[in-house]
């Protein structure tokens, strides 16, 4: 029973996948089903399946987590963050998950020349999890964003006015 359970469960997940994957290359993602498969048993528990998050128990990828990738050190932070530094998936799988999340979830945000995560990258980031310093460390990636939009926001007014 348990045994179906699963197998039904995995089937709806891979006919979503192919869903949304039909028509849209993902670079870095081999397999849209798989990395479908590996979000709903390894990040949506947290994260929710529309990837909005919780604020009590994991942030929000959707319209967010691409946006990370535009400062300093968050294409590392987000390699290194305990849930995916920790999966329990092999450094492929990993990598194509992270490239799906970020193509899934968010992207608007999703920077020009986008270099998808590769398997080795993966590898050296998992050797260097983040632990308690995690949510420090996003705090400030986070005040970073919000510096780079204020100053954005500042240019184009002073663009606008002229």
Do not use: S
Request: glycine fraction near 10%.
């Amino acid at each position: 029973m348990r045994a179906a359970v699963v197998v039904a469960i995995l089937g709806i997940g891979m006919a979503a996948g192919a869903a949304a994957a039909i028509g849209t290359a993902m670079p870095g993602v081999a397999n849209p089903q798989r990395a479908h498969v590996n979000w709903m048993v390894k990040c949506q528990g947290c994260h929710r399946p529309d990837g909005q998050g919780t604020p009590t128990t994991a942030p929000a990828m959707a319209g967010q987590v691409a946006r990370l990738l535009a400062v300093p050190g968050g294409r590392e932070f987000l390699g290194q963050v305990p849930g995916v530094a920790t999966a329990a998936l092999p450094d492929d799988q990993l990598a194509e998950l992270l490239n799906w999340t970020l193509q899934r979830f968010d992207p608007v945000h999703m920077p020009a020349g986008f270099q998808p995560y590769t398997t080795d990258e993966i590898r050296k980031l998992r050797e260097t999890p983040l632990r308690i310093e995690a949510a420090a460390k996003r705090a400030r990636l986070v005040a970073a964003l919000e510096m780079h939009r204020r100053i954005d926001a500042a240019r184009n007014q002073k663009g606008d006015g002229q």
